[in-house]
Antibody, heavy 119, light 110 residues
Framework: QVQLQQSGAELAKPGSSVKISCKASGYTFTSYYISWIKQTTGQGLEYIGYINTGSGGTNYNEKFKGKATLTVDKSSSTAFMQLSSLTPDDSAVYYC????????????WGPGTMVTVSS | DIVLTQSPALAVSLGQRATISCRASQSVSTSSYNLMHWYQQKPGEQPKLLIYDASNLASGIPVRFSGSGSGTDFTLTINPVQADDIATYYCQQSRELPFTFGSGTKLEIK
């Protein structure tokens, strides 16, 4: 069965970076894109971007350009998101989700990774 | 960005019909697709896909869930509502990047 397994919660200091992982199983990894979505109580769900797991090509929401960097390791079927120059506003739950084309909806989601930014 | 507007909450009685709406700031339909999708999220869990392309039931989702609409106005219907349906429901458009989500409608029991 399709599963997306995410890395554990992170506690980070302002100005630092974190790298979250999303390991896929149960399907051909390179046949589907992976997207990343941020959830906060105040802002709801926000699309960060997607990565083409076959080519490594990316698309970013303008709001997250310079903040998020998406990469992939095909050998381990794992997608990564690095968040840099962290501020308290980056505190959130971050989800990876499998993207289905052509409609571009998210049919499987990881359990989420909570990132807390605090000094 | 396309803004999706949802009512914050809806209270219904068990066994009754729930109708959750989502209005887009511009059309999210093409000549081939209505690019609106619906998700259910329970507390402490990740969102789950319910409906894709406005009216297609996702795999494993009970038939009491249905979706309709085109252009800027879309509806998720749950009929009949069961206790397990208590959750927050989000719409999401994929007509334009960046993809956007509605703010969610919390379904409550009357």
């Amino acid at each position: 069965q399709v599963q997306l397994q995410q890395s554990g919660a992170e506690l980070a200091k302002p100005g630092s970076s974190v790298k979250i992982s999303c390991k896929a199983s149960g399907y051909t990894f390179t046949s589907y894109y992976i997207s990343w979505i941020k959830q906060t109580t105040g802002q709801g769900l926000e699309y960060i971007g997607y990565i083409n797991t076959g080519s490594g090509g990316t698309n970013y929401n303008e709001k997250f350009k310079g903040k998020a960097t998406l990469t992939v390791d095909k050998s381990s079927s794992t997608a990564f998101m690095q968040l840099s120059s962290l501020t308290p506003d980056d505190s959130a739950v971050y989800y990876c989700a499998r993207g289905r084309l052509p409609g571009w909806y998210f049919d499987f989601w990881g359990p989420g990774t909570m990132v807390t930014v605090s000094s | 960005d396309i803004v999706l507007t949802q009512s914050p909450a809806l209270a219904v009685s068990l066994g009754q019909r729930a109708t959750i709406s989502c209005r887009a700031s511009q059309s999210v339909s093409t000549s081939s697709y209505n690019l609106m999708h619906w998700y259910q999220q329970k507390p402490g869990e990740q969102p789950k896909l319910l409906i894709y392309d406005a009216s297609n039931l996702a795999s494993g989702i009970p038939v009491r869930f249905s979706g309709s609409g085109s252009g800027t106005d879309f509806t998720l219907t749950i009929n009949p509502v069961q206790a397990d349906d208590i959750a927050t429901y989000y719409c999401q458009q994929s007509r334009e990047l960046p993809f956007t989500f509605g703010s969610g409608t919390k379904l409550e029991i009357k």
